[in-house]
Antibody, heavy 120, light 108 residues
């Protein structure tokens, strides 16, 4: 069965960086992409971007351009999301989700989420 | 950028029908996906491509999309349906995903 398992909770200081991992299993990793979606406390879902696990192409949300980098390691079927220059409003649960890149498909499988807390 | 508008809350009595709307400019020309999120849990896909149900999702969940409004309909609502519901589309001009603001469904 398809599973996306994310790394554990993180606490970071403002200005620091965080790197969250998402290990996929149960499907051919390179046939799909991974999107990252975050959710601030008590708020809605915010799409952050996607990465193709096939060729590494990326597409980031405008507001995160320059601060976010998404990568994959096909040898371990793992996707990563790094966010730099963290601010307090980056405090959120970060989710990875499987997607077909370049198509209007849904996010059919989601990771369990990773809480990132940014606090001095 | 493309904007999706959902009502913040919808309330319904058990056994009745809940309808959650998602408004967007000519949304009928786009594919709409719906997610259910219960407190402390990851979102779960309940409707994709306007009206298709993933395996394991009850037939009580259905969707439609036309004009400027997409609708998620939950028939014979149960207490376990209480959750936040989000609609989502892809903005074809940027290939960015867009989520609605979410609707909290309360079962009275």
């Amino acid at each position: 069965q398809v599973q996306l398992v994310q790394s554990g909770a993180e606490v970071k200081k403002p200005g620091a960086s965080v790197k969250v991992s998402c290990k996929a299993s149960g499907y051919t990793f390179t046939s799909y992409g991974i999107s990252w979606v975050r959710q601030a406390p008590g708020q809605g879902l915010e799409w952050m971007g996607w990465i193709s696990a096939y060729n590494g192409n990326t597409n980031y949300a405008q507001k995160l351009q320059g601060r976010v980098t998404m990568t994959t390691d096909t040898s371990t079927s793992t996707a990563y999301m790094e966010l730099r220059s963290l601010r307090s409003d980056d405090t959120a649960v970060y989710y990875c989700a499987r997607v077909v890149v370049g198509a209007t498909t849904a996010f059919d499988y989601w990771g369990q989420g990773t809480l990132v807390t940014v606090s001095s | 950028s493309y904007v999706l508008t959902q009502p913040p809350s919808v309330s319904v009595a058990p056994g009745k029908t809940a309808r959650i709307t998602c408004g967007g400019n000519n949304i009928g020309s786009k594919s709409v996906h719906w997610y259910q999120q219960k407190p402390g849990q990851a979102p779960v896909l309940v409707i994709y491509y306007d009206s298709d149900r993933p395996s394991g999702i009850p037939e009580r969940f259905s969707g439609s999309n036309s004009g400027n409004t997409a609708t998620l309909t939950i028939s014979r609502v149960e207490a376990g349906d209480e959750a936040d519901y989000y609609c989502q589309v892809w903005d074809s001009s940027s290939d960015h995903a867009v989520f609605g603001g979410g609707t909290k469904l309360t079962v009275l």
